[in-house]
């Protein structure tokens, strides 16, 4: 398995460009996450999906949209991308249904916005 | 909503020491505390866990030790190494679906 991927690493936007951050799992995980990182703070959670076709928003989801078509898939769209969105973002995926409440993270995207 | 902190926010310690990271939570209904390390310039990952109904996990090196009535919770790296040298993040759940709230983050450096 290749667990959970994101693309692209690393992204370049100006200020008001959109674009698409791809996350996919093949883990067959029900749950989805999608979190930012600044520097010298935590993870904060943006949207998550408990099942295809079910999203809701997180702590911080101005800015930002998702959509989940499929288990597999759980893309994030910026629209008017904005300097504060500067950021490491970062998906994650998890299955609670074994019991477990382990959340696996992708290796993340760095996107800069200038 | 949920709030984590973490103290302190960057420990040095020497190679063999041990290291002690503490994390306060502010929902009594949390039920679930897991501890990422991070690597510079990669993803979290998961060391150790616990879950409320325990009140110590032990994993070779690493243990976490819970205290519900007062709402912390810790983690203890023992005869530390260089390569334990990361930021360690604690969580603790937040109301349902399997959401968790993060701290800021502890930076750790072991001294050869």
């Known amino acids: 398995n290749a667990g959970v991927t994101q693309t692209p690493k690393f992204r370049i936007l100006k200020i008001g460009q959109s674009m698409t951050l791809q996350c996919t799992q093949d883990m067959n995980h029900n749950y989805m996450y999608w979190y930012r990182q600044d520097p010298g703070m935590g993870l904060k959670l943006i949207y998550y999906s408990v099942g295809a076709g079910i999203t809701d928003k997180g702590e911080v989801p101005n800015g930002y949209n998702v959509s989940r078509s499929t288990t597999e898939d759980f893309p994030l769209r910026l629209e008017l991308a904005a300097p504060s969105q500067t950021s490491v973002y970062f998906c994650?995926?998890?299955?609670?249904?074994?019991?477990?409440?382990?959340?696996?993270f992708g290796p993340g995207t760095r996107l800069t916005v200038t | 909503g949920e709030n984590v902190e973490q103290h302190p926010s960057t420990l040095s310690v020497q190679e063999g020491d041990s290291a002690v990271i503490k994390c306060t939570y502010s929902d009594s209904a949390s039920n679930y505390f897991p501890w990422y390390k991070q690597e510079l310039g990669k993803r979290p990952q998961l060391i150790i866990d616990i879950r409320s109904n325990v009140g110590e996990k032990k994993d070779q090196r690493i243990a976490v030790t819970l205290n519900k009535t007062a709402k912390h919770f810790s983690l203890h790296i023992t005869e530390t190494q260089p390569e334990d040298s990361a930021v360690y993040f604690c969580a603790a759940s937040m109301g349902g679906n399997n959401r968790l709230a993060f701290g800021k983050g502890n930076q750790v450096v072991v001294i050869p």
């Open positions: 994650a995926s998890s299955y609670p249904q074994d019991g477990g409440y382990e959340q696996y």
